[in-house]
C-alpha cells in the first residue's frame, strides 16, 4: 500500500461520482418538475395497483423502472425528489438491488457464454418477492 | 418555476455530496484490498462456501471478486477460468446466478445507505436469498461426476473460440 493506492482510489472514486452526478442531477431536475404537473399523479394512479403489493406509493413506480431498464443511479435521481419514508426507500432498495441494469448486466452474462433470459425473469420475479417481504416486515 | 428549478438544483447537488462523501473513501478503500490482495484470500476463506452449491474451489474467486468488484469484473474472471478450462458450464452458469442476485456489496450497499435506507437488513437479505436460490438449483442440477463427458463445458469452450 502507498499514496499511490490512495492516489488511484481517490480519482476512481471522483470518476463514479461524476458518473452518478451525471445521471442523478438530471433525472432529480425531471422528476422535480414532473412531480408539479399532472403527469406524474397520473402515473402513479395507474401504478397504484401494482405497487400497493410491495407497499410503496404508484410514483415509485418511476424510480423502479428507471433502476431496471438504465441504473441504479438514475433510480436514486428519481426516488429522492419524491420524498418518500425510510421503510418506502428501504423497500425500494432491496427491489432495485435484486433487479437493476437489466440490459446491461445481461450483455455482461452474456458474455460468460450463459442464456440470460431466465436469469433476468428470476432477478425481478425475486425482487418483487423482497419487496413483499419487506412491506410484511418493515 | 424558479422555485421548482432551485428545490432541484439544491436537492441533486446535495445528495451528489451526500454520495460522494462515502464512494470516495469506499473506492480508496477497494483499492487497498487489490494491493494487498486481499482478494485471493478472501476466497480462499470462502472456498467451503462453494462446496454448498456443488462448485469447486475454483468458483470461489470469480464469485468473491463480484462479490466485492461487481459483476463485469466477476465476468472477466469467469470468462478467463472457461478458457483455462477449470470451470465447466454448469459451474458458469452458477456464478452467473449467484452475482446476477448479489454484487458490488459494498458499493451498492452504501449507496443506498447514503440516501436513508436501512441497509443490512437489505444486504443481508441479498446475500442469503443468493446462497439459498444457487442451493436450490444445485439441488434440482447436480454436478457431473468427475471424468464424464461434459456437453456444457465444449459449448462454453466452443463459444469462446
Given at each position: 500500500?502507498?499514496?499511490?493506492?490512495?492516489?488511484?482510489?481517490?480519482?476512481n472514486g471522483l470518476a463514479i461520482t461524476w458518473e452518478l452526478a451525471r445521471?442523478?442531477?438530471?433525472?432529480?431536475?425531471?422528476?422535480?418538475?414532473?412531480?408539479?404537473?399532472?403527469?406524474?399523479?397520473?402515473?402513479?394512479?395507474?401504478?397504484?395497483?401494482?405497487?400497493?403489493?410491495?407497499?410503496?406509493?404508484?410514483?415509485?413506480?418511476?424510480?423502479?423502472?428507471?433502476?431496471?431498464?438504465?441504473?441504479?443511479?438514475?433510480?436514486?435521481?428519481?426516488?429522492?425528489?419524491?420524498?418518500?419514508?425510510?421503510?418506502?426507500?428501504?423497500?425500494l432498495s432491496v427491489m432495485l438491488l435484486l433487479a437493476h441494469s437489466l440490459?446491461?448486466?445481461?450483455?455482461?452474462?452474456?458474455?460468460?457464454?450463459?442464456?440470460?433470459?431466465?436469469?433476468?425473469?428470476?432477478?425481478?420475479?425475486?425482487?418483487?418477492?423482497?419487496?413483499?417481504?419487506?412491506?410484511?416486515?418493515? | 418555476?424558479?422555485?421548482?428549478?432551485?428545490?432541484?438544483?439544491?436537492?441533486?447537488?446535495?445528495?451528489?455530496?451526500?454520495?460522494?462523501?462515502?464512494?470516495?473513501?469506499?473506492?480508496?478503500?477497494?483499492?487497498?484490498?487489490?494491493?494487498?490482495?486481499?482478494?485471493?484470500?478472501?476466497?480462499?476463506?470462502?472456498?467451503?462456501?462453494?462446496?454448498?452449491?456443488?462448485?469447486?474451489?475454483?468458483?470461489?474467486?470469480?464469485?468473491?471478486?463480484?462479490?466485492?468488484?461487481?459483476?463485469?469484473?466477476?465476468?472477466?474472471?469467469?470468462?478467463?477460468?472457461?478458457?483455462?478450462?477449470?470451470?465447466?458450464?454448469?459451474?458458469?452458469?452458477?456464478?452467473?446466478?449467484?452475482?446476477?442476485?448479489?454484487?458490488?456489496?459494498?458499493?451498492?450497499?452504501?449507496?443506498?445507505?447514503?440516501?436513508?435506507?436501512?441497509?443490512?437488513?437489505?444486504?443481508?437479505?441479498?446475500?442469503?436469498?443468493?446462497?439459498?436460490?444457487?442451493?436450490?438449483?444445485?439441488?434440482?442440477?447436480?454436478?457431473?461426476?468427475?471424468?464424464?463427458?461434459?456437453?456444457?463445458?465444449?459449448?462454453?469452450?466452443?463459444?469462446?473460440?
Amino acid at each position: 500500500m502507498s499514496w499511490n493506492t490512495i492516489l488511484r482510489g481517490t480519482k476512481n472514486g471522483l470518476a463514479i461520482t461524476w458518473e452518478l452526478a451525471r445521471v442523478i442531477i438530471p433525472v432529480f431536475f425531471c422528476v422535480t418538475i414532473l412531480k408539479y404537473t399532472p403527469i406524474l399523479p397520473w402515473i402513479s394512479d395507474l401504478m397504484v395497483p401494482i405497487m400497493k403489493m410491495v407497499g410503496l406509493p404508484g410514483e415509485a413506480a418511476l424510480p423502479l423502472v428507471l433502476g431496471y431498464f438504465l441504473t441504479i443511479y438514475a433510480a436514486i435521481g428519481a426516488l429522492l425528489p419524491l420524498g418518500l419514508s425510510v421503510q418506502e426507500i428501504t423497500i425500494l432498495s432491496v427491489m432495485l438491488l435484486l433487479a437493476h441494469s437489466l440490459p446491461m448486466e445481461a450483455a455482461v452474462a452474456k458474455k460468460t457464454g450463459v442464456p440470460v433470459f431466465g436469469l433476468i425473469v428470476i432477478r425481478v420475479t425475486l425482487s418483487f418477492l423482497a419487496g413483499f417481504l419487506f412491506n410484511l416486515l418493515l | 418555476m424558479l422555485e421548482i428549478l432551485w428545490e432541484a438544483l439544491g436537492g441533486s447537488l446535495i445528495s451528489v455530496l451526500q454520495i460522494a462523501l462515502i464512494v470516495i473513501p469506499l473506492m480508496v478503500l477497494i483499492e487497498i484490498i487489490k494491493d494487498m490482495n486481499w482478494l485471493s484470500l478472501l476466497s480462499r476463506t470462502l472456498e467451503p462456501l462453494t462446496r454448498w452449491m456443488k462448485l469447486p474451489g475454483e468458483a470461489a474467486l470469480p464469485l468473491v471478486a463480484g462479490l466485492v468488484f461487481g459483476i463485469s469484473y466477476g465476468a472477466g474472471i469467469i470468462i478467463q477460468a472457461a478458457r483455462e478450462g477449470t470451470l465447466d458450464y454448469r459451474d458458469i452458469y452458477m456464478i452467473n446466478l449467484f452475482l446476477v442476485i448479489c454484487h458490488s456489496v459494498f458499493e451498492d450497499t452504501i449507496l443506498f445507505a447514503a440516501i436513508g435506507a436501512i441497509w443490512l437488513p437489505v444486504l443481508l437479505f441479498r446475500l442469503l436469498l443468493a446462497v439459498i436460490v444457487c442451493m436450490v438449483v444445485a439441488r434440482f442440477w447436480p454436478a457431473y461426476p468427475e471424468g464424464l463427458f461434459r456437453e456444457g463445458q465444449r459449448g462454453v469452450k466452443s463459444m469462446l473460440e
